[in-house]
């Protein structure tokens, strides 16, 4: 007999993205992507931080003040996008844990991914957010908030190692 604790497409593929916002190195807001094909295979990851050859030491972290990320931070959805070297993303899903921003909203239409898959919404009432929707709706790519069934999964590296 079979199995029949195991997890959904949807909970595995963000269990992805959420595990690659475990690479950001922003103290603050870590966010992860996995984009996924309509056959289910992973096409790209990506994460919040800064773009290639801009040293996480040296850029600042600081959400306030006169220099702060928000300047150079490449968000997980389009690094996600950048990463993908290429292939196709049309009707693709993008599993993502924080709704996109609109300017992440954009990159997704213009790529052809076809639907978002999200967990929370904290920035809704933003004028960001109200416009990524806005432009979400228009061109028909749709969104919905993904409920886990479980609070947690927990990654056993142990699990099957031969004593």
């Not at 199995?3 to 269990?15: K, L």
């Not at 992805?16 to 950001?24: D, G, I």
């Not at 996480?56 to 928000?70: C, I, L, M, Q």
């Not at 052809?112 to 898959?117: K, L, N, T, W």
């Amino acid at each position: 007999m079979k199995r029949t604790d195991y997890i959904s497409w949807d909970e595995f593929f963000m269990g992805v993205a959420v595990l690659a916002s475990k690479r950001s190195k922003d103290p603050s807001t870590q966010v992860g992507a996995c984009i996924v094909g309509e056959d289910n295979i992973i096409l790209s990851t990506g994460y919040n931080g800064f773009p290639t050859g801009c040293s996480d030491d040296t850029f600042p972290w600081d959400r306030e003040g006169e220099d702060t990320k928000y300047k150079y931070v490449v968000h997980a959805e389009l690094n996600a996008i950048l990463n993908s070297s290429g292939k196709s993303l049309q009707k693709a899903r993008i599993y993502v844990d924080l709704f996109p921003c609109n300017e992440c909203a954009k990159a997704i239409i213009q790529s052809g991914i076809s639907q978002i898959v999200y967990m929370y919404d904290k920035y809704a009432d933003t004028d960001d957010v109200r416009a990524s929707k806005k432009m979400l709706d228009a061109a028909g790519v749709h969104y919905r908030c993904l409920k886990p069934k479980s609070d947690c999964i927990i990654l056993d590296f142990k699990a099957n190692r031969e004593n």
